[in-house]
Structures are given as C-alpha cells and as structure tokens.
C-alpha cells in the first residue's frame, strides 16, 4: 500500500491544492497525495487553478473537502500549510510524521486580477521550492 500523505489548510482553496499539485508531481506514483480543510471553503479558487495550469499541473477536477473524510485512512503524513489548520489538525490512524510549513493565504490578495496573479504566482513558487525539497528527502529516504 502506498503511504498517505494529506496536506491541511483551514480552506482547502488554495495552498493546500497548490502543495498538492506539486507534490504530486514531484513524487509520482510512489505516493498517494491528497488535501484537505478545517472548515472548506467548497471550491478551489480560480486563481490557483490558473497559476498551476501555468507550470502545466491541471487542478480543474480538484474539489474542496473536509479533514474528516480521511479520518478512517492510513494517514503516514500530514503537513500543514496554515497556522489555523496545524491547530485544529487531529491524530490520524498510522500518522508516523507530522509537519508545518506555514504560507501567505493568496487568498487575501487585493488589487486588479494581475496584481492578485503575482500573489498567487509568489506563493505558489514558495511552496514549490519548500515541496520540491520535500520530495527529494522521500525519494532519497526510499532509496535508502
């Protein structure tokens, strides 16, 4: 069985999806990748779904959904990308690691759509570099 890895956000609108994406990407087919919120927005933000078909990740048949729904899985990892969802973010069944790395919400952003695209683009390449090294640590771990 492949192991589980969830990504956390309050929202599960944006920078969870956009973790996800990468992370999948990085990982292949060796992982199971998945996100999830405290509390769901029930969509994933447009913006994101821009910024990611940008660098050629399709987040278009992502959907919003609830922690809860993974409460009966083998969750090996979680990770959290928002402080609001690594306070909330319960034990999961077989959770051996736990991780933080906190992002600005894009969410937030103001201004003309371009000016929110920057936010978005900004975020998006530091959680990819953050994600990207992530992965090269569990590729290596595997390996090993």
């Not at 309050?10 to 998945?34: K, P």
């Not at 695209?117 to 959680?127: A, K, L, S, T, W």
């Amino acid at each position: 069985m492949k192991p589980l890895i969830l990504i956390l956000c309050t929202g599960n609108s944006c920078r969870s999806h956009l973790a996800e994406g990468l992370l999948r990407r990085a990982l292949g087919n060796d992982f199971v990748v998945a996100s999830a919120g405290s509390n769901p927005a029930g969509y994933v933000h447009p913006l994101a779904i821009r910024a990611m078909s940008e660098i050629g990740i399709d987040l278009s048949t992502h959907r919003s959904k609830h922690l809860n729904e993974f409460l009966d899985q083998e969750v090996e990892t979680v990770i959290t990308v928002c402080g609001n969802a690594d306070q909330a973010c319960p034990i999961f069944p077989g959770q051996v690691n736990r991780h933080h790395w906190g992002f600005d919400d894009p969410a937030h952003a103001t201004g003309t759509e371009e000016e929110q695209m920057q936010v978005f683009r900004r975020v998006r390449n530091e959680i990819e570099r953050v994600f990207l090294a992530y992965a090269a640590g569990r590729r290596d771990q595997r390996a090993s």
